[in-house]
C-alpha cells in the first residue's frame, strides 16, 4: 500500500508540473492516452533506474509504465527492489 501511495505522489507531481491536476486511477493509461509524454518517461525510467535497480539499457515496453499498477507490476518483478526505494520516492513527491 505505502509503494502505491508513494508512486501515486510522484505520478502527480509530474502531472501537476503539466498543470494537470486530473484524477486518476491506478490502472488509467498516463502515457498513451498523453497525460504524460517522453520527458516524463525518462523521468520515471531514471527514478526506477535509481531507486530499484532495474536495468532499461535494452529499452522497455511503454506499457510497463502506462500505468500505477503496471508500474508497480515492474517493481515487483524485480528480484530484489530495495526497501528504502519507497523512502526515496516519497522525497522526490515533495
Known amino acids: 500500500m505505502k509503494d502505491r501511495l ?5 505520478l502527480e507531481k509530474l502531472l501537476l508540473q503539466k498543470g494537470d491536476r486530473n484524477t486518476f486511477s491506478d490502472g488509467e493509461s498516463l502515457l498513451t ?3 504524460l509524454d517522453s520527458v516524463d518517461t525518462l523521468e520515471l525510467v531514471v527514478l526506477l533506474e535509481q531507486d530499484y535497480g532495474i536495468d532499461f539499457s535494452n529499452g522497455f515496453d511503454r506499457d510497463d509504465l ?4 503496471s508500474i ?3 517493481i515487483q ?12 520516492m516519497e522525497q522526490r513527491a515533495t
Open 66 to 69: 502506462d500505468s500505477v499498477d
Open 6 to 10: 508513494a508512486l501515486r505522489a510522484v
Open 72 to 74: 508497480l507490476n515492474l
Open 33 to 35: 492516452s498523453g497525460r
Open 77 to 88: 518483478a524485480q528480484p530484489a527492489a530495495p526497501k528504502v526505494s519507497m523512502h526515496a
